[in-house]
């Protein structure tokens, strides 16, 4: 029996809490800000509007909101003027195989006029480049510098680095180790 008046008692005191609580102090005017605030930033307005809220008149709530909401409905806003570029929209929608036969129609008939590639001999080693010298290579490359020759009947064409092996017995070359 006493658990039963104790929850009827519970039940009734948070009742009376939940009629008692309001509101913190202020939330009603921050309510009233924030919206002014917000639609000052998001709807341009011609002009900076004297301030809505002002705290040492006391007005009832409901006066304030009424007042912030006509002001709100009936001041000029600002409309920038109509773009003056107006893009060209495209209302159908093209055919792509259309458009991907015909392209690939282009590249056969380009594939069918390019002109061979004609290959160019080129020569690795020219006597019109110098060979790569360090510092540290000078003193190797004055001591190995030596003649080798050997002979044959037909000149070869420059005298790049070719081993001994390549070369046959009637052979004339000069190179350079």
């Known amino acids: 029996m006493t658990a039963e008046i104790r929850a009827q008692t519970k039940s009734q005191r948070t009742i009376e809490l939940l009629l008692q609580s ?5 939330m009603k005017d921050h309510e009233i800000r924030s919206h002014v ?3 000052i930033r ?6 900076s509007p004297k301030p809505t809220f002002q705290p ?3 007005k009832s709530d409901h006066e304030i909101r009424s007042h912030v909401q006509y002001r709100i409905r009936h001041y000029p806003t600002c409309y ?40 160019q001999p080129f020569h690795f080693h020219n ?21 080798i020759t050997a002979t044959k009947t037909t000149k070869l064409s420059s005298p790049a680095k070719t081993s001994s092996s390549r070369l046959s017995s009637n052979t004339s070359a000069t190179f350079i180790v």
């Open 22 to 26: 309001r509101e913190p102090f202020g």
């Open 37 to 39: 605030q917000y639609r």
């Open 42 to 47: 998001h709807y341009p307005t011609c002009y």
């Open 56 to 58: 040492h008149i006391t």
């Open 80 to 119: 920038s003027p109509k773009p003056t570029f107006q893009p060209h929209i495209t209302k159908s929608v093209p055919d792509f195989r259309a458009l991907q036969l015909e392209f690939e129609s282009h590249l056969h008939n380009a594939r069918k006029s390019r002109p061979s590639t004609v290959v």
């Open 127 to 147: 006597s019109q480049f110098s060979k790569h010298y360090c510092e540290n290579m000078k003193t190797y490359q004055r001591r190995s510098k030596h003649k």
